[in-house]
């Protein structure tokens, strides 16, 4: 079947502007995940998704960084007047609950340039 | 809160010899998931093992297995009989079972060389 998708595959924008990056997760998986990859910080928790319950928005680095789940699947990560410390990989990932280790798979990211 | 050291930024390995990746973590929690991932130049993460604390036995999948050192918060990855393809980034994870919270706690990743 079909894994986890993000778009865009890279995203150029400019210091100050607003960007949203998709993830569209695999289908029936209820918990969804955002984490940034970045050079001097490595992969860092962004927020998480489960189901219907209020999200984990305790990796989110400031109020200018916003996630939402539609319907309980695809899920856009809104940053607001970006700065260049912005620039990573944002990766996203999607589980189902098996058993007791809910393994996490991840899409290919987004790579976001803040010039 | 649960931190992940890997202190080898990059390690290199002749094809069909064995190398072995360090990664230690600190926690307080008695009972969570480690894994092992990899990252290739196409960014897409990949699991190649994962470990539940509560199991002694260490997992083993085809050419890779971990020595799982509980009480000195240590877990390894071994490959064996490396090949062209294990070249890649790899990030050992910490997962709590607490709290309600399945984030994964990342090291900062080893980079891979595999030499023909």
């Known amino acids: 079947g079909a894994g986890v998708s993000q778009s865009p595959s890279n995203k150029v924008t400019e210091k100050g502007k607003d960007v949203e990056l998709r993830c569209d997760p695999i289908s029936g998986h209820t918990a969804l995940y955002w984490y940034r990859q970045s050079l001097g910080q490595g992969l860092e928790f962004l927020i998480y998704?489960?189901?219907?319950?209020?999200?984990?928005k305790s990796g989110l680095p400031s109020d200018r960084f916003s996630a939402e789940r539609t319907g309980g699947s695809v899920s856009t990560l809104t940053i607001q007047r970006t700065q260049q410390e912005d620039s990573a990989v944002y990766l996203c990932?999607?589980?189902?609950?098996?058993?007791?280790?809910?393994?996490?798979?991840f899409g290919p990211g987004t790579r976001l340039t803040v010039t | 809160a649960q931190t992940v050291t890997q202190s080898q930024p990059e390690m290199s390995v002749q094809e069909a010899e064995t190398v072995t990746l360090s990664c230690t973590y600190d926690?307080?929690?008695?009972?969570?998931?480690l894994f092992w991932y990899k990252q290739p130049p196409s960014r897409q993460m990949i699991l190649v093992i994962r470990q539940e604390a509560y199991k002694q036995q260490n997992a083993t999948e085809n050419r890779f297995s971990v020595n799982f050192q509980k009480a000195a918060k240590s877990f390894s990855l071994k490959i064996s009989d490396s090949q062209l393809g294990d070249a890649a980034m790899y990030f050992c994870a910490y997962r709590s079972t607490q709290g309600g919270s399945e984030k994964l706690v990342f090291g900062k990743g080893t980079k891979l060389t595999v030499n023909p």
């Open positions: 926690t307080s929690e008695s009972d969570y998931y």
């Open positions: 998704f489960q189901g219907n319950s209020a999200p984990d």
């Open positions: 990932a999607s589980s189902s609950a098996r058993g007791r280790v809910y393994e996490q798979y």
